[in-house]
């Protein structure tokens, strides 16, 4: 089922999200890649500023996340991962499609524009990729991610 994390969910968050991120090893640009991907205070620093996860859960542990953000006047999905033993099943659509659900604003996502598989999902439920020009314009709006990211990454807005 899906749940709101809380607190407790800290370290199964940070592990999923590390875990799962191995998929850009060698996919995204070297220079963007980095270990752990994703640090417990850069986490802390992401649910500070905002991202409220969600999780599958079924009922021996967290499966997945997902993290919705909402900023100024538009909600960003944020941290989409999978435990990569669980990818595949459905649980990242899941996800989606309750927290897709869960805006009624502009929603956006980002990703890598490597990450074919994560792009080919987004399309799948609705949202669509951006021109370049306001791709850059949103991301330097909404996002708080170095310019050399910016420069390799994709937005997509769902299309309501
Ligand atoms: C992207 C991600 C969150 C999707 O979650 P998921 O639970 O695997 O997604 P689903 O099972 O709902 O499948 C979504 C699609 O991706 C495919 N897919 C994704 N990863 C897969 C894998 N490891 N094995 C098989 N299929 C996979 C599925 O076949 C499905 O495509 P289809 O509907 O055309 O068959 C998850 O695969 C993941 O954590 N990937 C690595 C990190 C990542 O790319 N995150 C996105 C950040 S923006």
Same mark, same amino acid.
């Given at each position: 089922m899906i749940r709101d994390c809380t607190k407790a969910d800290f370290s199964a968050i940070e592990t999923i999200i590390n875990e799962a991120a191995q998929a850009y090893r060698g996919v995204i640009p070297d220079d963007c890649w980095h270990e752990p991907y994703m640090s417990g205070s850069q986490l802390q620093a992401e649910i500070d500023e905002g991202v409220n996860f969600s999780g599958w859960d079924d009922a021996e542990a967290l499966r997945? &996340?997902?993290? =919705? !953000?909402? &900023? #100024?006047? $538009?909600? =960003?999905? #944020?941290?989409?991962? $999978?435990? @990569?033993?669980? !990818?595949? @099943?459905?649980?990242?659509s899941r996800l989606l499609t309750e927290l897709t659900g869960r805006s009624a604003e502009r929603l956006l996502v980002g990703t890598w524009a490597d990450a074919v598989w994560a792009i080919r999902l987004y399309q799948k439920h609705g949202f669509k990729l951006v021109s370049r020009q306001e791709k850059d314009r949103l991301l330097q709006t909404y996002w708080n991610i170095p310019r050399r990211q910016q420069g390799v990454s994709v937005v997509l807005e769902h299309a309501r």
């Open positions: 997945g &996340v997902m993290g =919705l !953000q909402r &900023v #100024r006047d $538009v909600t =960003l999905i #944020r941290h989409a991962y $999978v435990r @990569r033993a669980d !990818q595949g @099943r459905g649980i990242g």
